[in-house]
């Protein structure tokens, strides 16, 4: 059975600063999903990873994939208040298995 | 392009009564998903239609839960009788067939059982 496991699941950053997520799995997939949640709100697509060694880049937020490693990961650089959210990894086999998500809090 | 549209939005109900919910998806899309989000927690797959047939239901509580997705189009998930714990946001989302298509949520259904 696919598991997905976040870390941290909390996190409080001041702004300016970088920090990574880190989503691990335990089954072979090259397919992996990053979303974001707001509070009551649903999810929002950031990144579409599709291969070994995919990178993808909107604004402060860079996603990768290491299919060998079983790892992706999520940097978030010199972060602002408005990336305050709940983010999601969802790792793709013949169904999409979601982590359980990293509460991220940026601090004025 | 139109999202995935769901409803009702919020549903409050006694615990042994019965619910349902319903789900359009965006047009053309083949896939149609289920999921429970409990608060705090991630999203749990419930079902997964591709057209009008089930791909999996491994972890639909079939003894309380049905979905069904008449013609490849609508769907309704219902619960019948439902429980305490059953109180979370039933979010519905659909993708295309084909690699590399993400799936797109609509604004989920929040549930509350007392």
């Known amino acids: 059975e696919l598991k997905v496991e976040q870390n941290p699941l909390f996190l409080s950053m001041q702004e300016g600063k970088n920090y990574t997520i880190y989503c691990n799995y335990s089954?072979?997939?090259?397919?992996l999903y990053w979303y974001r949640q707001d509070p009551g709100k649903s999810l929002e697509s950031l990144f579409v990873?599709?291969?070994?060694?995919a990178v993808k880049q909107e604004g402060r937020l860079m996603a990768s994939l290491d299919t060998k490693a079983r790892l992706s990961t999520l940097h978030i650089t010199a972060a602002v208040h408005d990336l305050s959210a709940t983010y999601f990894c969802?790792?793709?086999?013949?169904?999409?298995?979601f982590g359980k998500g990293t509460r991220l809090h940026i601090l004025p | 392009e139109a999202g995935v549209a769901q409803s009702p939005r919020y549903k409050i109900i006694e615990k042994r009564q019965s619910v349902a919910f319903w789900c359009n998806p965006i047009?053309?899309?083949?896939?149609l998903y289920w999921y429970q989000q409990i608060l705090g927690q991630g999203p749990k797959l419930l079902i997964q239609?591709?057209?009008?047939?089930?791909?999996?239901d491994s972890q639909l509580p079939k003894d309380r839960f049905s979905a069904e997705r008449l013609k490849g189009v609508d769907s309704t998930l219902k619960i019948q009788p439902a429980k305490l714990e059953d109180s979370a946001v039933y979010l519905c989302?659909?993708?295309?067939?084909?690699?590399?298509?993400?799936?797109?949520f609509g604004q989920g259904t929040r549930l509350t059982v007392v």
């Open positions: 989302a659909s993708s295309p067939l084909g690699r590399g298509t993400e799936a797109f």
């Open positions: 089954t072979t997939s090259d397919r």
């Open positions: 990873l599709l291969s070994n060694g």
């Open positions: 969802a790792v793709v086999l013949d169904k999409i298995i």
């Open positions: 047009s053309g899309h083949a896939t």
């Open positions: 239609f591709q057209n009008n047939g089930v791909v999996d």
